[in-house]
Every structure is written in C-alpha cells, then in structure tokens.
C-alpha cells in the first residue's frame, strides 16, 4: 500500500500532539566540570523524575590509552558495587580509512557483576583527544523494578580512531539507585563536563 500525505492540512495541524500523549522534557538538575579530578560523582537521585539522563562532554584522561567508567551506588555514594549485567558492541572507523569494524565485545559486558562498566574501550589523552556521550537510566528509584540503563558513546582513541560503542543493560536490584560515579580506569579525568537531567512527562 502507497503512502498518502495529507493535503490541505496546516503545518500546525501536523506537528500539534493531542493534549493526551505525554512528551519528556529534558530539566538540568546539576553540571560538574572535571579539572584533574579522581572521579565525578552524582549523588540524591530520587524519585522526583522517571528517568534520568546523564551528558559527558569533551572529557579527557590525565592518562592516556585508558578506559571510562561508571557505576551505581544504593547506599547514597557510601559503595558503588550495584549487580549488573550488560552488553557492549562497537563500530570502528579510522581516520586512514583502512579500518572499519562492526562487532560485539564479550570481554567488557557484564554478567553479575559489581564492577565498574567500561563505557569506552581506550580514549587518548592528546590535546584534540576526548570523549562524549549520553547515558540513560529508567525508574532508579523503584523498589519493585531492576534499573535499566542504555548509554551511546563516541571517542577519539589514542590511534585516530573514532569509536562508537552501545552499552545497554540492568542494575539487578531493587533496591533504589540514589548516585552514580564515574571514573577512568588509571589516572584522574583531566577535564570534562558532566551534566545530569531529570526526564518528566509534562
């Protein structure tokens, strides 16, 4: 069957949601800007929103050839040592244009695990080097629920190589998720901003 556009109908018309359907809206809660720090941490997630969403922005290691990392902590930031289990695959391209590579990762997903989940495999720590991306959480402060997360990420790597991983996964518990710390694997994070939003239905 042919697709049929409407005709005669204004611009308005189109785009206007009924009032029924719910959209999100992205509310800036907190930024924090790394300038040679051990980690960034989010802490006194609540209920207050359905989700949340979490922005990096040029971060960039001390250290080079390192990871970025993160976790999620039931106990307000006392632990961040949340069960979880996750995917992670990856496209490559370089910028020689001799490498291009689409594949899954078993060695960086999780399977109940408390460590900290690879966000990135290797980030470098030239001048024009850095990492962004966006992670998002569902429901963090259900108690009946596991935590659903989804993360994009792209980096420039120590090789001149752009690399986009996809990272989706749960935080098995029950209990509420109520911070977030993220980190590298070796080293302090040079420097970066970090920004956390709340999601509400409007």
């Known amino acids: 069957m042919a ?17 029924a359907v719910p959209t999100d809206n992205l509310i800036l809660i907190s930024t924090q800007t790394a300038s040679n720090s051990a980690n960034i941490s989010f802490t006194g997630i609540n209920g207050t929103y359905d989700a949340y ?14 990871q970025l990392l993160f976790n999620f902590s039931t106990d307000s930031g006392a632990n961040y040592n ?7 695959f990856y496209s490559i391209h370089n910028e020689a244009d001799t490498v291009t590579t689409l594949a899954y990762d078993t060695s960086v997903d999780l399977a109940q695990s408390t ?22 959480l569902f429901n963090p402060s259900s108690t009946t629920y596991v935590k659903h997360f989804i993360a994009t990420v792209n980096n420039s790597t120590y090789d001149d190589q752009s690399v986009e991983t996809f990272i989706a996964g749960y935080g098995n518990t029950t209990s509420a998720i109520n911070a977030v710390r993220f980190q590298m694997s070796s080293g302090n994070i040079a420097d970066g901003i970090f920004k956390l939003y709340g999601v509400k239905k409007s």
């Open 3 to 19: 697709l049929k556009y409407a005709t005669n109908t204004s611009l308005s018309a189109i785009t206007a949601l009924p009032s």
């Open 53 to 66: 969403e979490f922005k990096f922005i040029n971060v960039r290691p001390a250290t080079d050839n390192v």
């Open 82 to 88: 949340v069960t979880k289990t996750t995917t992670f």
């Open 115 to 136: 460590s900290f989940q690879i966000l990135v495999g290797i980030i470098g720590n030239d001048a024009d080097q850095n990492v962004v991306g966006t992670i998002q």
